[in-house]
């Protein structure tokens, strides 16, 4: 074992042994302890289903249900459950609706409040646990919207839920905003209702609310009575208290608050409580002795000169606070040495030297001027002072001149070891509690230094929780760049500690109350409590039996910490006897205070909520939080500014510049508070007046302005016949006698891909069949020719229309048979079952022959005599096929389908394992083989083989051998194969065969024949679209193509100029079968999918959208629009609406054809329907209604067909999601943009309603109409304006675009920090993003036409991201011209650009590189070295501002020139070239993945190398030379410290490898 400890491990050693003799001695105590120690306390939330209610807690239900009353029990005894058992006790209140269809409040529910968020979802837990009643929870995040909920949905929330969990927060503004009142509440759970006090929402809600509703009930003014009110608190008091008397007006005053509440305790709650023990506090003493005071008055003389005022006075004014940053880390030196000894002090004097040197390295603070200097010098100097102080104490600690650990510190670990070391059961759970966040971490990181160097205390596993700030800390507030750290962090703590992974939590008193943390053996308070409260609150931790409440004190300080221990505990007795002593008497009423905010400042009314003047100042702060920021140097922070009139106050209030309310004056009032909120109340009668505030005084933008635009909030859902894909024209035809058909021959034409192919396909001179055909009920329409792909070729196929026919009943009997012997009986199709009787799809395939007419007409014919002759070849008793003699000429065989019936047939390789029984194969050539060959590989011939093992005589051995193909049933031939037959063929002896009655010829089509009538119906079904979205575009049609092949290709080639244009008009005709891509996602895997239209559509959407709300909204920030247009673009409204106005769900394709398995032939329902059809009088699911429907009723019944839909298997159904819906619709638009330009597209969305849903605006009014000037710049204010923007010309010379008005320049690079003049770039950057992304996608859509659509995605994102928008915004000097008065934002652009020289900055904007930049430059790699870099203040995030200021300048432009969007392409080309040219031919990737690719066994990890830094490191090798290179980057973000590592690693890559790889 390591010995790391000086003196103190020996000390440790002994504590260890001399425990473990007192543990010995205790152990049968300890047993005894075991036996009674109660689990079911360990957990509020961990509390058993069926909870049954102890003594107390129903002596406490029993006063609750008749009066208001103040439970007060400490924590972990069980409050929640009191509350718990009044709901129940009242639940019957509970079960009438809370309102009627007309909103009205009819019912009562129950309301728990709570006072923080975490607590909503716990307590909610527990009583829907035990309650088994609906629990509700809601809390205030920004994510959920919840503020912009008016009073129906409110009311619905109500009636959806019995009991309603929420922060007190929410539930004051529900009420202060009448949407429900105190009188449909039966009853109130306040918790922790010590809160209720000042302008606490508790407070507000009794003092506003329920205080006033009672005075109405008790005067007889109101009929009903509010709600019964029930509080919940572990102690009243929460300050530290002089006397009885203090603690009685305490009392007084929190009952008066919460409406002359009742506090009370059970009579019986002592200590010795059965249900719940809690320890007394025992005291840990130790004597504090003079420990390491001479390196302590080396800190103190440090810390004193730089205290020393001559000092700040020769410094500059915003280096005071950095200095005064050094003082407070030199301040904590003291507290770790003594809290935690000398050893630990050393440890973190690393941490706080590193600390400072970040400092004096600002850049911002180290400027050449003499002051920055000796800034700098006082830096360096204490530094070097502490680099002393650091020496001297290892020199202490190596000469054992000093203990290690303070008397304090060794205490507790005495004490930890002896309680740890002393369980021989589970691990005890330890808490300790510290008042300061550095000492809670000293703690923790030197307690697993100690448990990994001491094998005794590897038992100790720690963690540690300091929230975000910390009781009397101090100054130790979290910086924000820690604070999501903290927030992981505190997390996993608490996980590892519920979980038992960690037994020991230090922390701050941030878990004291709220959190829910397990029960605990033993509670340390390393710091006395400051509070009776915090008191009470950490003890109740300590519930698991047996406990400890443990104090720290230092001897010095014995008597007087005994004292205020015997005061705390006279409180607690003082409570428990005044709330007895109280039961019956009633507080006295709280007199009223002489001047009351409400009072004197009344509330502001609408006609749907209110506000009172308590709340108004926070209500104006909430709303000014909610404009859009857009960027971290937006300050939306009402401006306040106090003067004196006279002996009142006025206050006058300046709102951010994205509000249209500027400024509002208050009226003079007698205190500055009053003054405030009176400019407050104005502010917000005002915000109303302009409607930026809805009735209820919330943020308009919040809940979306109705007035000017309607969203579908209907749920997405789809019919049956949407989701099984069959055409009108073929959906469940009625036939009657005589009936008029259409028929279409399907001519086929073969291209084979094999040599010397002899088989029969079309044609055959052994029958008169020359082809299929389709009989169909309905008119097809004209289908191009398609191509369908057997193994051995192509067959391009030709659906026309031959003639009209009459056919009777009996016919059409015969020819439901071939549909079954088609299908069922030659192609074997699966989990279908042919069902004549039922009507689903029904068309009929059919044989067809030529006959020539009297008439001398020629014309195709149904082969009614050749579907007889083969239905006698059918034997119905057997259910098989009667199998003929194979001929004896082999040009006969060439045309048959020949079948060992009674055994596998011979192969070449393996005779005895070819296919099943009865398998079908066809004649492809005549082998050079006999029967008296040997068999390759056996020492057989193919005649003795035969005869051993089927005992047949071969009678013309002689005879060559037939070469076959198994006849394949692979039916899916809708893709192109690359290869033909894929097998040997297979050899027979031409004497043992037997024949199918179907012809070899025939059977080759009939195996192409699922394909044709798959394409045949999906191209039907894109008809019927078509013939949806054909009156909207009002165009003629065009006949269809040749080749169905050429949809595919061209589409790309259109002239973007004229897309592009509004004003063009098409006046060509269109092609319907173009919808076919649109309609067609990537899954089916048809040759093209709808990607690469779907994605210039979305974009063209996009664009449409920004310009309508552009428009219509022409004083709205970009807040607003984003809101209206992402609603527009998402997918739940283009679903929506196109399925309203298009059916559009039935027409997708998502789904591989499959035609053995999920493909439904005609005059067949799957297998799983027919079996459900079979008991028709029984089955619930196929009742007697549907069984009548599917045999003959051709009435569209919705919901018939929706229950058929859910009996069909789902395979055989297509599913859905809105996105699927919505891509094909954005697929749509971008066909409609592409093919006949900007005006088709947008008569396309104005006819389906897609953004507006509704009359108020026709789409194409707005969109072809140009923008109208709107002066974003008040009239007061053009004049300075137009002198600023003419300053503004010589960037016109850089763009090369003279502005006709340089307003919009102006605007476009005006931040809105700048106080000159009221305008914004927001807007414009909004309108010039879309622009620039319909331009560069357009661009790359037609350059790229064969680029898949993820790579078309990647490239647009490569030139419109960030990185490549800021390197253009330097190269065009825009930074130069930006208008703004935000430091922060000046010193972020001046810390980015200073990074730089001139040759640096020109190099860096115009490379193609999107990592990180970093200073110095990764460059200084080589192959001899490779340094450590410590990233501290050299890695730069670009700017988000330079890339937004490029977008609005180009909406600058758009809007300049009359929105032409070719003069802005002209304009903005020059920038993007260079960077377009780059990655369309070098495709981004992450340097991470290329770098995986180019060594697969690329190492690298991360490494924390203290609280605040980690170590990335990324090992790369050379294949050549086989040397390891290895690159470190150290940074506070490890994902920023990765990312370097890895640019760096491919940097060198590319510098040195690249060619020799």
């Given at each position: 074992?390591?010995?790391?400890?000086?003196?103190?491990?020996?000390?440790?050693?002994?504590?260890?042994?001399?425990?473990?003799?007192?543990?010995?001695?205790?152990?049968?105590?300890?047993?005894?302890?075991?036996?009674?120690?109660?689990?079911?306390?360990?957990?509020?939330?961990?509390?058993?289903?069926?909870?049954?209610?102890?003594?107390?807690?129903?002596?406490?239900?029993?006063?609750?249900?008749?009066?208001?009353?103040?439970?007060?029990?400490?924590?972990?005894?069980?409050?929640?459950?009191?509350?718990?058992?009044?709901?129940?006790?009242?639940?019957?209140?509970?079960?009438?609706?809370?309102?009627?269809?007309?909103?009205?409040?009819?019912?009562?529910?129950?309301?728990?409040?709570?006072?923080?968020?975490?607590?909503?979802?716990?307590?909610?837990?527990?009583?829907?646990?035990?309650?088994?009643?609906?629990?509700?929870?809601?809390?205030?995040?920004?994510?959920?919207?919840?503020?912009?909920?008016?009073?129906?949905?409110?009311?619905?929330?109500?009636?959806?839920?019995?009991?309603?969990?929420?922060?007190?927060?929410?539930?004051?503004?529900?009420?202060?905003?009448?949407?429900?009142?105190?009188?449909?509440?039966?009853?109130?759970?306040?918790?922790?209702?010590?809160?209720?006090?000042?302008?606490?929402?508790?407070?507000?809600?009794?003092?506003?609310?329920?205080?006033?509703?009672?005075?109405?009930?008790?005067?007889?003014?109101?009929?009903?009575?509010?709600?019964?009110?029930?509080?919940?608190?572990?102690?009243?008091?929460?300050?530290?208290?002089?006397?009885?008397?203090?603690?009685?007006?305490?009392?007084?005053?929190?009952?008066?608050?919460?409406?002359?509440?009742?506090?009370?305790?059970?009579?019986?709650?002592?200590?010795?409580?059965?249900?719940?023990?809690?320890?007394?506090?025992?005291?840990?003493?130790?004597?504090?002795?003079?420990?390491?005071?001479?390196?302590?008055?080396?800190?103190?003389?440090?810390?004193?000169?730089?205290?020393?005022?001559?000092?700040?006075?020769?410094?500059?004014?915003?280096?005071?606070?950095?200095?005064?940053?050094?003082?407070?880390?030199?301040?904590?030196?003291?507290?770790?040495?003594?809290?935690?000894?000398?050893?630990?002090?050393?440890?973190?004097?690393?941490?706080?030297?590193?600390?400072?040197?970040?400092?004096?390295?600002?850049?911002?603070?180290?400027?050449?001027?003499?002051?920055?200097?000796?800034?700098?010098?006082?830096?360096?100097?204490?530094?070097?002072?502490?680099?002393?102080?650091?020496?001297?104490?290892?020199?202490?600690?190596?000469?054992?001149?000093?203990?290690?650990?303070?008397?304090?510190?060794?205490?507790?670990?005495?004490?930890?070891?002896?309680?740890?070391?002393?369980?021989?059961?589970?691990?005890?759970?330890?808490?300790?509690?510290?008042?300061?966040?550095?000492?809670?971490?000293?703690?923790?990181?030197?307690?697993?230094?100690?448990?990994?160097?001491?094998?005794?205390?590897?038992?100790?596993?720690?963690?540690?929780?300091?929230?975000?700030?910390?009781?009397?800390?101090?100054?130790?507030?979290?910086?924000d760049f820690e604070v999501k750290e903290v927030r992981k962090q505190q997390e996993e703590a608490l996980i590892s500690f519920r979980d038992g992974k960690r037994n020991i939590l230090i922390a701050t008193s941030v878990i004291e109350e709220g959190l829910d943390i397990p029960t605990c053996n033993i509670v340390i308070r390393?710091?006395?409590?400051?509070?009776?409260?915090?008191?009470?609150?950490?003890?109740?931790?300590?519930?698991?039996?047996?406990?400890?409440?443990?104090?720290?004190?230092?001897?010095?300080?014995?008597?007087?910490?005994?004292?205020?221990?015997?005061?705390?505990?006279?409180?607690?007795?003082?409570?428990?006897?005044?709330?007895?002593?109280?039961?019956?008497?009633?507080?006295?009423?709280?007199?009223?205070?002489?001047?009351?905010?409400?009072?004197?400042?009344?509330?502001?009314?609408?006609?749907?909520?209110?506000?009172?003047?308590?709340?108004?100042?926070?209500?104006?702060?909430?709303?000014?939080?909610?404009?859009?920021?857009?960027?971290?140097?937006?300050?939306?922070?009402?401006?306040?500014?106090?003067?004196?009139?006279l002996e009142n106050y006025v206050c006058t209030i300046t709102l951010p510049k994205v509000c249209p309310l500027r400024t509002v004056i208050g009226q003079p009032m007698s205190s500055p508070k009053l003054a405030k909120i009176s400019s407050a109340m104005k502010a917000l009668e005002e915000l109303y007046r302009i409607h930026?505030?809805?009735?209820?005084?919330?943020?308009?933008?919040?809940?979306?302005?109705?007035?000017?635009?309607?969203?579908?909030?209907?749920?997405?859902?789809?019919?049956?016949?949407?989701?099984?894909?069959?055409?009108?024209?073929?959906?469940?035809?009625?036939?009657?006698?005589?009936?008029?058909?259409?028929?279409?021959?399907?001519?086929?034409?073969?291209?084979?891909?094999?040599?010397?192919?002899?088989?029969?396909?079309?044609?055959?001179?052994?029958?008169?069949?020359?082809?299929?055909?389709?009989?169909?009920?309905?008119?097809?329409?004209?289908?191009?020719?398609?191509?369908?792909?057997?193994?051995?070729?192509?067959?391009?196929?030709?659906?026309?229309?031959?003639?009209?026919?009459?056919?009777?009943?009996?016919?059409?009997?015969?020819?439901?048979?071939?549909?079954?012997?088609?299908?069922?009986?030659?192609?074997?199709?699966?989990?279908?079952?042919?069902?004549?009787?039922?009507?689903?799809?029904?068309?009929?395939?059919?044989?067809?022959?030529?006959?020539?007419?009297?008439?001398?007409?020629?014309?195709?014919?149904?082969?009614?005599?050749?579907?007889?002759?083969?239905?006698?070849?059918?034997?119905?008793?057997?259910?098989?096929?009667?199998?003929?003699?194979?001929?004896?000429?082999?040009?006969?065989?060439?045309?048959?389908?020949?079948?060992?019936?009674?055994?596998?047939?011979?192969?070449?390789?393996d005779y005895a394992s070819m296919s099943e029984n009865n398998a079908f194969f066809i004649v492809i050539g005549r082998s050079e083989k006999t029967a008296n060959d040997i068999i390759e590989k056996k020492d057989i011939t193919y005649k003795q083989h035969h005869e051993n093992k089927y005992n047949e005589k071969i009678n013309?051995?002689?005879?060559?051998?037939?070469?076959?193909?198994?006849?394949?049933?692979?039916?899916?031939?809708?893709?192109?194969?690359?290869?033909?037959?894929?097998?040997?063929?297979?050899?027979?002896?031409?004497?043992?065969?037997?024949?199918?009655?179907?012809?070899?010829?025939?059977?080759?089509?009939?195996?192409?024949?699922?394909?044709?009538?798959?394409?045949?119906?999906?191209?039907?079904?894109?008809?019927?679209?078509?013939?949806?979205?054909?009156?909207?575009?009002?165009?003629?049609?065009?006949?269809?193509?040749?080749?169905?092949?050429?949809?595919?290709?061209?589409?790309?080639?259109?002239?973007?100029?004229?897309?592009?244009?509004?004003?063009?008009?098409?006046?060509?005709?269109?092609?319907?079968?173009?919808?076919?891509?649109?309609?067609?996602?990537?899954?089916?895997?048809?040759?093209?999918?709808?990607?690469?239209?779907?994605?210039?559509?979305?974009?063209?959407?996009?664009?449409?959208?920004?310009?309508?709300?552009?428009?219509?909204?022409?004083?709205?920030?970009?807040?607003?629009?984003?809101?209206?247009?992402?609603?527009?673009?998402?997918?739940?409204?283009?679903?929506?609406?196109?399925?309203?106005?298009?059916?559009?769900?039935?027409?997708?394709?998502?789904?591989?054809?499959?035609?053995?398995?999920?493909?439904?032939?005609?005059?067949?329902?799957?297998?799983?329907?027919?079996?459900?059809?079979?008991?028709?009088?029984?089955?619930?699911?196929?009742?007697?209604?549907?069984?009548?429907?599917?045999?003959?009723?051709?009435?569209?019944?919705?919901?018939?067909?929706?229950?058929?839909?859910?009996?069909?298997?789902?395979?055989?159904?297509?599913?859905?999601?809105?996105?699927?819906?919505?891509?094909?619709?954005?697929?749509?638009?971008?066909?409609?943009?592409?093919?006949?330009?900007?005006?088709?597209?947008?008569?396309?969305?104005?006819?389906?309603?897609?953004?507006?849903?509704?009359?108020?605006?026709?789409?194409?009014?707005?969109?072809?109409?140009?923008?109208?000037?709107?002066?974003?710049?008040?009239?007061?204010?053009?004049?300075?304006?137009?002198?600023?923007?003419?300053?503004?010309?010589?960037?016109?010379?850089?763009?090369?675009?003279?502005?006709?008005?340089?307003?919009?320049?102006?605007?476009?690079?005006?931040?809105?920090?700048?106080?000159?003049?009221?305008?914004?770039?927001?807007?414009?950057?909004?309108?010039?993003?879309?622009?620039?992304?319909?331009?560069?996608?357009?661009?790359?859509?037609?350059?790229?036409?064969?680029?898949?659509?993820?790579?078309?995605?990647?490239?647009?994102?490569?030139?419109?991201?960030?990185?490549?928008?800021?390197?253009?915004?330097?190269?065009?000097?825009?930074?130069?011209?930006?208008?703004?008065?935000?430091?922060?934002?000046?010193?972020?652009?001046?810390?980015?650009?200073?990074?730089?020289?001139?040759?640096?900055?020109?190099?860096?904007?115009?490379?193609?590189?999107?990592?990180?930049?970093?200073?110095?430059?990764?460059?200084?790699?080589?192959?001899?070295?490779?340094?450590?870099?410590?990233?501290?203040?050299?890695?730069?995030?670009?700017?988000?501002?330079?890339?937004?200021?490029?977008?609005?300048?180009?909406?600058?432009?758009?809007?300049?020139?009359?929105?032409?969007?070719?003069?802005?392409?002209?304009?903005?080309?020059?920038?993007?070239?260079?960077?377009?040219?780059?990655?369309?031919?070098?495709?981004?990737?992450?340097?991470?993945?290329?770098?995986?690719?180019?060594?697969?066994?690329?190492?690298?990890?991360?490494?924390?190398?203290?609280?605040?830094?980690?170590?990335?490191?990324?090992?790369?090798?050379?294949?050549?030379?086989?040397?390891?290179?290895?690159?470190?980057?150290?940074?506070?973000?490890?994902?920023?410290?990765?990312?370097?590592?890895?640019?760096?690693?491919?940097?060198?890559?590319?510098?040195?490898?690249?060619?020799?790889?």
């Amino acid at each position: 074992r390591i010995q790391i400890l000086f003196e103190v491990h020996g000390r440790v050693s002994s504590a260890v042994m001399e425990e473990r003799t007192i543990s010995q001695n205790a152990a049968y105590e300890d047993v005894k302890i075991r036996l009674w120690e109660d689990k079911a306390n360990e957990s509020v939330t961990d509390a058993a289903e069926n909870f049954e209610p102890r003594d107390y807690q129903v002596e406490m239900l029993n006063i609750s249900k008749n009066e208001d009353t103040i439970v007060m029990m400490p924590t972990g005894s069980g409050k929640t459950y009191i509350a718990v058992l009044l709901i129940k006790h009242f639940s019957y209140e509970l079960t009438k609706p809370f309102v009627d269809k007309n909103y009205e409040i009819i019912g009562k529910r129950t309301v728990f409040i709570v006072n923080n968020v975490p607590l909503v979802k716990q307590q909610a837990k527990v009583i829907s646990d035990h309650t088994g009643m609906k629990v509700g929870c809601f809390s205030g995040s920004l994510s959920n919207n919840i503020t912009t909920w008016n009073k129906n949905t409110w009311r619905l929330k109500f009636n959806n839920y019995h009991v309603l969990v929420m922060t007190a927060r929410v539930f004051y503004d529900i009420l202060e905003s009448d949407f429900v009142d105190p009188y449909c509440i039966n009853i109130l759970v306040v918790d922790e209702c010590h809160h209720a006090k000042g302008n606490h929402p508790m407070a507000l809600i009794m003092k506003n609310i329920w205080k006033p509703a009672k005075d109405d009930y008790e005067k007889g003014n109101c009929s009903s009575k509010p709600g019964l009110i029930l509080g919940l608190t572990a102690s009243v008091i929460d300050k530290k208290v002089s006397d009885v008397q203090e603690i009685t007006k305490t009392i007084d005053q929190l009952c008066n608050v919460m409406c002359k509440s009742k506090l009370i305790t059970p009579a019986e709650f002592t200590n010795q409580l059965n249900a719940i023990k809690l320890p007394d506090p025992e005291i840990v003493g130790f004597k504090m002795r003079t420990y390491g005071q001479g390196i302590l008055d080396q800190v103190y003389n440090i810390i004193n000169i730089l205290k020393d005022k001559s000092l700040q006075q020769v410094l500059h004014l915003h280096q005071v606070e950095p200095v005064q940053a050094i003082v407070q880390l030199l301040d904590t030196i003291p507290v770790l040495v003594r809290e935690v000894g000398i050893d630990c002090a050393g440890d973190h004097l690393d941490g706080i030297i590193s600390e400072i040197n970040r400092t004096i390295s600002d850049p911002m603070l180290s400027h050449a001027e003499d002051t920055e200097n000796m800034f700098v010098e006082i830096g360096k100097t204490v530094i070097g002072q502490l680099q002393v102080i650091q020496e001297v104490i290892k020199k202490c600690l190596a000469n054992k001149v000093i203990p290690k650990m303070s008397d304090k510190f060794f205490s507790l670990i005495k004490t930890l070891l002896s309680k740890v070391m002393s369980e021989e059961g589970d691990t005890p759970r330890i808490i300790i509690f510290m008042e300061r966040k550095r000492v809670v971490r000293a703690v923790f990181e030197y307690l697993n230094k100690i448990a990994k160097e001491i094998e005794e205390c590897a038992q100790l596993k720690c963690c540690y929780v300091i929230g975000r700030s910390s009781g009397n800390a101090g100054n130790e507030a979290t910086p924000d760049f820690e604070v999501k750290e903290v927030r992981k962090q505190q997390e996993e703590a608490l996980i590892s500690f519920r979980d038992g992974k960690r037994n020991i939590l230090i922390a701050t008193s941030v878990i004291e109350e709220g959190l829910d943390i397990p029960t605990c053996n033993i509670v340390i308070r390393y710091d006395f409590t400051p509070t009776y409260r915090s008191y009470v609150q950490s003890r109740g931790r300590a519930r698991k039996q047996p406990s400890k409440y443990l104090f720290f004190i230092d001897e010095s300080e014995s008597s007087q910490k005994k004292l205020e221990l015997s005061e705390f505990k006279k409180i607690e007795q003082f409570l428990r006897e005044y709330a007895n002593s109280i039961y019956k008497t009633w507080a006295v009423d709280e007199p009223e205070r002489s001047e009351s905010i409400d009072s004197i400042i009344p509330c502001l009314r609408s006609e749907t909520g209110r506000v009172f003047a308590s709340s108004a100042i926070q209500r104006l702060n909430y709303y000014c939080m909610q404009l859009p920021s857009h960027d971290d140097y937006t300050d939306l922070k009402p401006d306040v500014h106090l003067e004196t009139i006279l002996e009142n106050y006025v206050c006058t209030i300046t709102l951010p510049k994205v509000c249209p309310l500027r400024t509002v004056i208050g009226q003079p009032m007698s205190s500055p508070k009053l003054a405030k909120i009176s400019s407050a109340m104005k502010a917000l009668e005002e915000l109303y007046r302009i409607h930026e505030l809805d009735g209820r005084f919330f943020p308009q933008f919040r809940t979306m302005e109705t007035a000017k635009i309607k969203f579908v909030e209907e749920p997405f859902s789809m019919d049956m016949d949407v989701r099984i894909k069959i055409p009108e024209t073929f959906f469940r035809k009625i036939y009657e006698e005589k009936s008029e058909f259409y028929l279409y021959s399907l001519n086929m034409h073969l291209e084979p891909c094999v040599e010397n192919f002899i088989e029969y396909f079309n044609k055959s001179k052994y029958h008169k069949v020359q082809c299929f055909g389709i009989l169909s009920k309905e008119k097809l329409p004209d289908v191009p020719r398609f191509s369908v792909h057997p193994r051995y070729g192509r067959v391009t196929v030709q659906v026309r229309f031959e003639r009209m026919l009459k056919a009777r009943n009996q016919l059409l009997e015969r020819y439901k048979w071939f549909q079954k012997a088609l299908f069922n009986d030659i192609l074997t199709l699966r989990n279908i079952k042919h069902s004549p009787e039922f009507l689903f799809k029904n068309y009929f395939v059919l044989p067809l022959v030529r006959v020539k007419r009297s008439t001398g007409i020629i014309e195709y014919d149904i082969a009614d005599s050749f579907i007889v002759k083969l239905q006698r070849k059918w034997n119905p008793g057997t259910s098989n096929w009667v199998y003929g003699n194979i001929p004896s000429n082999f040009e006969e065989c060439v045309d048959t389908v020949i079948v060992r019936p009674f055994e596998n047939p011979l192969t070449e390789y393996d005779y005895a394992s070819m296919s099943e029984n009865n398998a079908f194969f066809i004649v492809i050539g005549r082998s050079e083989k006999t029967a008296n060959d040997i068999i390759e590989k056996k020492d057989i011939t193919y005649k003795q083989h035969h005869e051993n093992k089927y005992n047949e005589k071969i009678n013309n051995p002689g005879e060559r051998l037939l070469m076959c193909r198994f006849v394949s049933k692979h039916y899916n031939m809708l893709p192109a194969h690359s290869k033909g037959y894929d097998k040997n063929p297979t050899y027979f002896i031409r004497e043992v065969c037997k024949i199918h009655p179907l012809p070899a010829s025939l059977w080759n089509q009939a195996t192409c024949i699922p394909s044709i009538l798959w394409r045949i119906e999906t191209v039907t079904l894109t008809y019927e679209l078509y013939t949806k979205v054909a009156p909207f575009i009002s165009l003629p049609i065009n006949p269809p193509k040749d080749h169905f092949d050429q949809y595919f290709s061209g589409l790309e080639v259109f002239e973007i100029d004229k897309v592009l244009a509004r004003d063009y008009i098409y006046t060509g005709s269109v092609d319907w079968v173009d919808l076919f891509t649109c309609v067609c996602t990537k899954a089916c895997q048809e040759p093209h999918s709808l990607e690469r239209l779907e994605f210039i559509g979305d974009n063209f959407l996009k664009l449409v959208t920004t310009l309508f709300y552009y428009r219509i909204f022409p004083d709205k920030h970009e807040g607003w629009l984003s809101r209206f247009r992402s609603r527009v673009v998402g997918n739940q409204n283009l679903a929506t609406q196109s399925t309203s106005h298009l059916r559009l769900p039935k027409y997708v394709l998502n789904k591989q054809f499959q035609p053995k398995t999920q493909w439904i032939p005609p005059y067949f329902i799957p297998t799983a329907l027919y079996k459900s059809s079979l008991d028709k009088n029984n089955s619930e699911s196929f009742d007697s209604d549907l069984h009548e429907f599917m045999l003959n009723d051709s009435e569209n019944r919705p919901h018939l067909l929706d229950k058929l839909c859910d009996l069909i298997p789902v395979d055989h159904k297509q599913h859905l999601d809105k996105k699927d819906v919505a891509d094909v619709c954005e697929a749509i638009i971008g066909l409609c943009f592409v093919r006949y330009g900007y005006r088709v597209a947008v008569d396309f969305l104005d006819s389906i309603d897609i953004l507006t849903n509704g009359k108020e605006h026709r789409l194409s009014d707005i969109i072809y109409n140009k923008t109208p000037p709107f002066p974003r710049i008040p009239n007061e204010q053009l004049e300075m304006a137009k002198k600023i923007a003419e300053t503004l010309t010589p960037l016109e010379e850089v763009l090369d675009y003279k502005f006709n008005n340089k307003l919009y320049l102006l605007e476009a690079l005006t931040h809105v920090s700048y106080n000159e003049i009221n305008a914004c770039y927001q807007r414009m950057e909004f309108l010039g993003d879309t622009v620039l992304d319909i331009l560069i996608v357009c661009h790359i859509f037609k350059s790229n036409p064969h680029l898949e659509p993820g790579k078309l995605s990647d490239l647009k994102s490569s030139l419109v991201r960030n990185s490549t928008l800021a390197k253009i915004c330097t190269n065009q000097k825009l930074y130069h011209f930006l208008k703004y008065d935000n430091p922060e934002l000046y010193n972020v652009l001046a810390r980015f650009y200073s990074n730089f020289t001139e040759d640096q900055l020109s190099k860096w904007a115009n490379s193609y590189s999107m990592g990180l930049v970093v200073v110095p430059n990764i460059e200084e790699d080589t192959l001899e070295e490779q340094p450590v870099f410590d990233l501290e203040y050299k890695v730069v995030q670009t700017p988000k501002i330079l890339g937004d200021i490029v977008e609005s300048v180009i909406g600058a432009i758009y809007l300049d020139s009359g929105e032409d969007m070719n003069t802005v392409w002209r304009v903005i080309w020059p920038w993007f070239e260079p960077y377009y040219s780059y990655y369309s031919q070098n495709p981004n990737k992450d340097p991470k993945a290329l770098l995986h690719e180019l060594y697969p066994s690329m190492k690298a990890n991360q490494e924390k190398i203290d609280h605040y830094l980690t170590k990335a490191t990324v090992k790369i090798t050379d294949r050549t030379t086989r040397k390891t290179y290895k690159f470190v980057t150290i940074d506070r973000q490890r994902d920023v410290a990765l990312d370097v590592s890895f640019e760096r690693a491919f940097m060198f890559h590319q510098k040195y490898f690249a060619n020799s790889q």
